[in-house]
């Protein structure tokens, strides 16, 4: 199994441009998630989504768009960067009981530079 | 919505000596709280995880507990030794949303 992937590792945007943020897990998770990680502030969520046709908004959710058509991947739009969104950004996945969540299976991260 | 404070930010401890980080949150109604470890430049992991209806567990040298009275969670690591460093955070989960602490630097010297 390769876990849950991210595409791209690194990426430099100029302000105003959009873009996509890959994630792919091959684990059969029903539950996955965007984080965006910035110093001192730990992960915040961004959107999650609890199965395929289903995402909800978490913490930080304005200016990024998610769509979950398939169990397997989940995107994260950015509609018009802004230096603000300069960060490291997570996608995580988990299995799902309902309401009940298990341990998170993390990507190895996108690098994003908002110039 | 949830709001999960971590402490303290920087923990430094010799080698063989224990380690404690404190978390507290807001909502009564979290009912899972993970820890996870995350070495610099890599992906956070699980290291040990907790659920509402369990006061205490433990897994090796890593041990976590959980008041729900005072809402408040801790992680103890025993024992430490240099490959313990890293950042660790907390989390708590209600309803599938979830809140993670701002992160311990936890440093073991030699």
């Known amino acids: 199994n390769a876990g849950v992937t991210q595409t791209p590792k690194f990426q430099v945007l100029k302000t105003g441009q959009s873009m996509t943020l890959q994630c792919a897990q091959d684990?059969?998770?029903?539950?996955m998630s965007w984080y965006r990680q910035d110093p001192g502030m730990g992960l915040r969520l961004i959107h999650y989504s609890v199965g395929a046709g289903i995402t909800d908004q978490g913490e930080v959710p304005n200016g990024y768009n998610v769509s979950r058509s398939t169990t397997e991947d989940f995107p994260l739009r950015l509609l018009s960067a802004a230096p603000s969104q300069t960060s490291v950004y997570f996608c995580?996945?988990?299995?799902?009981?309902?309401?009940?969540?298990?341990?998170?299976?993390f990507g190895p991260g996108t690098r994003l530079t908002v110039t | 919505g949830e709001n999960v404070e971590q402490h303290p930010s920087t923990l430094s401890v010799q080698e063989g000596d224990s380690a404690v980080i404190k978390c507290t949150y807001s909502d009564s109604a979290s009912n899972y709280f993970p820890w996870y470890k995350q070495e610099l430049g890599k992906r956070p992991q699980l290291i040990i995880d907790i659920r509402s209806n369990v006061g205490e567990k433990k897994d090796q040298r890593i041990a976590v507990t959980l008041n729900k009275t005072a809402k408040h969670f801790s992680l103890h690591i025993t024992e430490t030794q240099p490959e313990d460093s890293a950042v660790y955070f907390c989390a708590a989960i209600r309803n599938n949303d979830m809140r993670f602490g701002a992160g311990t630097r936890l440093t073991v010297k030699p």
């Open positions: 684990m059969n998770h029903e539950y």
């Open positions: 995580a996945s988990s299995y799902s009981g309902g309401r009940i969540l298990y341990e998170q299976y």
